[in-house]
């Protein structure tokens, strides 16, 4: 199983990004895949879900910002996070994860995979 995030960067306050996370030998069907962030000196925290059927969670920080997608259900798929209007304390390092389609994860203590991550920095 193979998670690899990418798109992060450097953009001024209000711009945009969006990031993949490309998934090999795992089925996203199985599984409820997620975006989560950390800053240093901060706790990691969920930034977005989405069920296998297709549900989304946003985090009220990110919430009408942000909106998580994903493309294929097979082996080879792809999650994405289109990000929005960022703010500077929207920097952090960006991992995708996938986990229990039972239940959203909101520490990320209880996913199985995990891809490395991807630096998003905005500037004020």
């Known amino acids: 199983v193979q998670l690899q995030a990418s798109g992060g960067g450097l953009v001024q306050a209000g711009g945009s990004l969006r990031l993949s996370c490309a998934a090999s030998?795992?089925?996203?069907?199985?599984?409820?895949m997620g975006w989560y962030r950390q800053a240093p000196g901060k706790e990691r925290e969920l930034v977005a879900d989405?069920?296998?059927?297709?549900?989304?969670?946003?985090a009220d920080s990110v919430k009408g910002r942000f909106n998580i997608s994903r493309v294929g259900d097979g082996f080879k798929s792809t999650l994405f996070l289109q990000m929005n209007s960022l703010k500077p304390e929207d920097t952090a390092v960006y991992s995708c994860?996938?986990?229990?389609?039972?239940?959203?994860?909101?520490?990320?203590?209880?996913?199985?995979?995990w891809g490395k991550g991807t630096q998003v920095t905005v500037s004020s």
């Open positions: 030998g795992l089925r996203f069907s199985a599984y409820r």
């Open positions: 994860a996938a986990g229990s389609p039972l239940y959203t994860d909101y520490t990320g203590k209880r996913m199985k995979y």
């Open positions: 989405i069920s296998r059927g297709g549900n989304t969670y946003a």
